[in-house]
């Protein structure tokens, strides 16, 4: 049930959200690898030939409790070239991480009293849920809850210790970062934009207008957008020469969601791929990259795991080596360190 849960999380972004909605976003460059630092080896199959980026999914979260600055610390200690959070809003409109709109996962409001009687039923693409919603909350309230470890099977030593980061935390640990030289990116997912936006709390200029205050763009920071919403996109498209990923999800939930998007008609210069549209279960891979590279359009494929590697693979890292060899342009990954060896081996 809670895989089920997870899963219609994930999918819930999109969930009003049609193909046909989709505008002609503007292709901005790609950032490359490492930034600064990559060189352009002959090998990688990339769009460019660069390596692939490896962006920390929530973190280094396999190790720590996802979307914990401690969590993108060691994901940058780790070289990871991108850290993402996923962001959604408090009921005072500010930008925090958090992997879905509701809290129970990787928080522990479960354990606060105080917070009780704020449990309610929402509808959910795939049925109704009871929990505690993050635009039910100020900031000041979920700044009492601590992050737990969502992942079963994953070490519950750091539950209880770090705080829910917001974005401009986050934004801080990445300059604090660049001032000392470690330049790191910013993958950035707007979580179930169309419900926040619902409640009078759109994210589109929260997200742009923080991106400029804080300077991103002039220290030198990468960053892409992304999101399963294709009309959160356009209208960030409208405003921003940012680059721009479309999240996509493969068969049977696409057509369920109404989110069957064929590549020719993705406007944006990126997609985030679930990995089985891109891996076979026999180990073996689909033309999914061929096509979007024929297309002009960078590939990054979501999730690699070192603790639950794709059907029809032995481990992470014999998955990892057929997604750079298929030429995917990024991989999100729980363990960055990982897929960062075999990233580099393979050049
Ligand atoms: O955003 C794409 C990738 O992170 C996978 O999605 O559900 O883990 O945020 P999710
Ligand atoms: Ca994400």
């Known amino acids: ?27 901005a460059e790609v950032p490359a690898a490492e930034t600064a630092e990559a060189a352009a080896p002959a090998g990688y199959k990339t769009l460019d030939g660069q390596k692939p980026i490896i962006i920390a999914h929530r973190g280094a979260s396999g190790l720590y409790p996802e979307h914990t ?68 909350f100020t900031l000041a309230e979920l700044k009492t809850l601590k992050a737990i470890q969502r992942v079963e099977g994953r070490s519950h030593d750091y539950d209880g210790q770090y705080d829910i980061a917001t974005f401009d935390e986050i934004i801080d640990l990445v300059l604090e970062n660049a001032e000392k030289g470690r330049i790191v990116g910013l993958h950035i997912e707007a979580k179930w934009p169309s419900n926040f936006s619902a409640a009078g709390l759109d994210m589109v200029d929260p997200i742009l207008d923080t991106i400029a ?34 999240n996509i999800v493969g068969p049977p939930y696409a057509a369920l969601l109404g989110l069957d998007m064929k590549l020719e008609d993705i406007p944006t210069m990126g997609v985030g791929a679930h990995k089985a549209m891109i891996l076979t279960e026999d180990g073996g891979t689909t033309d999914y990259v061929d096509r979007a590279h024929a297309l002009g359009k960078v590939v990054h494929v979501y999730t690699v795991r070192d603790d639950d590697p794709a059907e029809g693979f032995e ?33």
């Open 1 to 27: 049930m809670k895989k089920y849960l997870i899963l219609a999380s994930l999918l819930l972004a999109a969930c009003n959200e049609a193909a046909d909605t989709v505008s002609t976003a503007p292709v």
């Open 69 to 136: 600055l401690k969590a993108y610390q060691t994901a940058i200690d780790q070289g990871a070239d991108f850290i993402e959070p996923d962001l959604v809003m408090t009921k005072d409109g500010v930008l925090i991480a958090n992997h879905d709109g509701y809290l129970s996962d990787a928080t522990n409001i479960a354990e606060h009293d105080e917070f009780a009687d704020r449990k309610t039923v929402r509808k959910m693409p795939m049925g109704d849920m009871d929990d505690w919603w993050s635009d039910d």
């Open 213 to 246: 205050r804080r300077g991103l763009r002039e220290a030198g920071i990468p960053v892409f957008i992304q999101c399963f919403e294709p009309s959160f996109l356009a209208q960030v498209a409208a405003k921003s020469d940012l680059p721009l990923v479309q």
């Open 315 to 347: 481990s992470a890292e014999q998955e990892l080596k057929v997604l750079i060899e298929a030429g995917v342009d990024g991989i999100w990954t729980d363990y960055p360190a990982t897929a960062i060896a075999v990233r580099d081996e393979a050049e």
